[in-house]
C-alpha cells in the first residue's frame, strides 16, 4: 500500500467537499466543518443572568439529613446528593449544627441590624432629667431675684445682711 501526499491543488472540490481547506489551523468564522449546505448553530451571544444564592429552609435540611442517615449501601449518599444538587460539605455542616444543637442555626438568619430591647432604666433616666431641668430653671430664676435684690438695695442705700454663706461682718 502506497502512501500519497496531497497538496492543496490537487483536492478535488466537487468530491469531496468536506475536505475544503480552512483558513491555516483554524476556521474563518462562519465557517463550518459540514460545508454541504447544513445548517449551523450559532451560539447565543447573551449573557446569562446570575442565578440566585438557594436557601434552605431547616424542615429541608432536616428531612435530607435524615435521608442522608438511611443512605447504607455505597454509592446512595453520592446518588442523594446530586438528586438535590448538593455537595458533601453541606451535609458536614448541617451535621455539626445539628450535632451543637444550633436548630435556629438552620435557618437562615435575618440580615442587618438585631433588634435592642428597651433599657429598662430608660424611664427613670428621662425622670431625672426632667427634674434636673426643673431645677435647673428655679435656681436660674433665684438668681436673677437676688440679682435684682441687690441692685435695689443699692439704689436705695440699704445695707445688706452678709451673713449668708457663713460670712459676718465684723
Known amino acids: 500500500m502506497k502512501t500519497t501526499a496531497i497538496k492543496k491543488n490537487q ?5 469531496s467537499p468536506a475536505l475544503v481547506p480552512t483558513e491555516g ?14 445548517r449551523e448553530t450559532v451560539p447565543d ?9 438557594r436557601k434552605f429552609t431547616a424542615a429541608y435540611k432536616l428531612r435530607i439529613l435524615q435521608q442522608s442517615d438511611t443512605c447504607t449501601e455505597p454509592g446512595q449518599l453520592g ?3 446530586r438528586r438535590e444538587g448538593l455537595y458533601s ?8 449544627q445539628r450535632e451543637q444543637g444550633l436548630l435556629n442555626a438552620l435557618s437562615p438568619k435575618k440580615r442587618g441590624r438585631k433588634h435592642k430591647g428597651k433599657n429598662p432604666l430608660a424611664l427613670r433616666v428621662a425622670q431625672l432629667e426632667n427634674e434636673n431641668q426643673r431645677l435647673y430653671s428655679k435656681l ?3 438668681e436673677l431675684i437676688i ?5 435695689i438695695s ?6 445688706q445682711n452678709l451673713e449668708m454663706n457663713g460670712r459676718s461682718e465684723s
Do not use: C, F, M, Y
Open 11 to 15: 483536492i478535488d472540490h466537487e468530491a
Open 25 to 38: 489551523a483554524r476556521r474563518a468564522t462562519g465557517v463550518g466543518t459540514n460545508a454541504g449546505g447544513g
Open 45 to 53: 451571544p447573551e449573557v446569562t443572568e446570575q442565578k440566585p444564592r
Open 79 to 81: 446518588e442523594l446528593l
Open 89 to 96: 460539605s453541606n451535609l458536614a455542616t448541617w451535621r455539626r
Open 140 to 142: 436660674k430664676q433665684a
Open 147 to 151: 440679682e435684682a435684690q441687690k441692685k
Open 154 to 159: 443699692e439704689i436705695l442705700g440699704i445695707t
